[in-house]
């Protein structure tokens, strides 16, 4: 079955500076594949996802590279703000929504 | 947390004892998901539904057991809870609408003594 593997585990940036999470995936039938940020006590919430029809997606801040010949996918942050600090999760589906497998999670400070 | 509430959110117990969770959703979404979070293990998958009465299993569903006989209720069952289930349990649904990522309600942290 699909394993995805998320490095690294924990990351400290400065204030302002870039953060990058990296994720490998096993199943190259894997086709969609998105990023959750859970704050202390509460669920995990989806900041951005990319489909395998795409190599990589923004959203203001935030973006997404997916490379499928090497199966990894990678989660940038820029301008870093103490607000990002947070645990980050990669997940991994080869149906949709369906059944994802996810990483181990990236703990990111942001520090001021 | 796309009307997703989960119950309790806090519970502590004790071994051997039965323990049911409840997921509750408002917006009548086909597929629900149970998960648990423990460290450095990120989120299992403990069972999942696509429909009243249509449940299977995850990667960790030893010792667990699921409900589903309403649309907006998917309950998990701990028959007998170990030390070894004391875990944050999160629901999660699928938007039927936008048919690709899951939404995760708040969680239920679990302690067995």
């Known amino acids: 079955g699909e394993n995805v593997e998320q490095h690294p585990s924990t990351l400290s940036v400065q204030e302002g500076d870039s953060a990058v999470i990296k994720c490998t995936y096993s199943?190259?039938?894997?086709?969609?594949f998105p990023w959750y940020k859970q704050e202390l006590g509460k669920g995990p919430q989806l900041i951005i996802d990319?489909?395998?029809?795409?190599g990589e997606k923004k959203d203001q801040r935030i973006a997404v590279t997916l490379n499928k010949t090497a199966k990894h996918f990678s989660l940038h942050i820029t301008e870093t703000q103490p607000e990002d600090s947070a645990v980050y999760f990669c997940?991994?589906?080869?149906?949709?929504?369906?059944?994802?497998?996810f990483g181990p999670g990236t703990r990111l400070s942001v520090l001021p | 947390d796309a009307g997703i509430t989960q119950s309790p959110r806090h519970k502590v117990t004790e071994t051997g004892t039965p323990v049911t969770l409840r997921c509750h959703q408002t917006e009548n979404h086909r597929y629900m998901y149970w998960y648990r979070q423990d460290p450095g293990h990120g989120l299992r998958l403990i069972h999942y539904?696509?429909?009243?009465?249509?449940?299977d299993k995850g990667e960790v569903s030893d010792g667990y057991s699921v409900s589903r006989s309403k649309t907006e209720d998917f309950l998990l069952t701990l028959e007998s809870a170990t030390s070894s289930q004391t875990s944050v349990y999160f629901c999660?649904?699928?938007?039927?609408?936008?048919?690709?990522?899951?939404?995760f309600g708040p969680g239920t942290r679990l302690t067995v003594l």
């Open positions: 199943d190259s039938a894997s086709n969609y």
């Open positions: 999660a649904i699928v938007n039927d609408l936008a048919a690709d990522t899951q939404y």
């Open positions: 990319i489909r395998s029809n795409v």
């Open positions: 997940a991994a589906s080869i149906d949709y929504g369906q059944n994802f497998v």
């Open positions: 539904s696509y429909g009243v009465k249509d449940t």
